[in-house]
């Protein structure tokens, strides 16, 4: 079944730190944090999200 929930786009934050998403996916998830400067990938983490119900 294609649910058609896009996932992995590199999103401006417009230097607000923060973002806000919902999804129907529940348990252990990750998130990937770039910080950009001039186009350059100056710093990178992985962010445990555990999703419960």
Do not use: L, W
């Not at 730190?17 to 999804?23: D, G, L, P, W, Y």
């Amino acid at each position: 079944m294609k649910r058609n929930n896009i996932r992995g786009q590199i999103i401006d934050d417009n230097g607000s730190f923060t973002r806000i998403e919902t999804t129907t996916f529940r348990g252990s998830h990750f998130v990937e944090c770039y910080i950009i400067k001039d186009d350059v990938v100056v710093a990178r983490d992985t962010i445990d999200v555990p999703i419960s119900e």
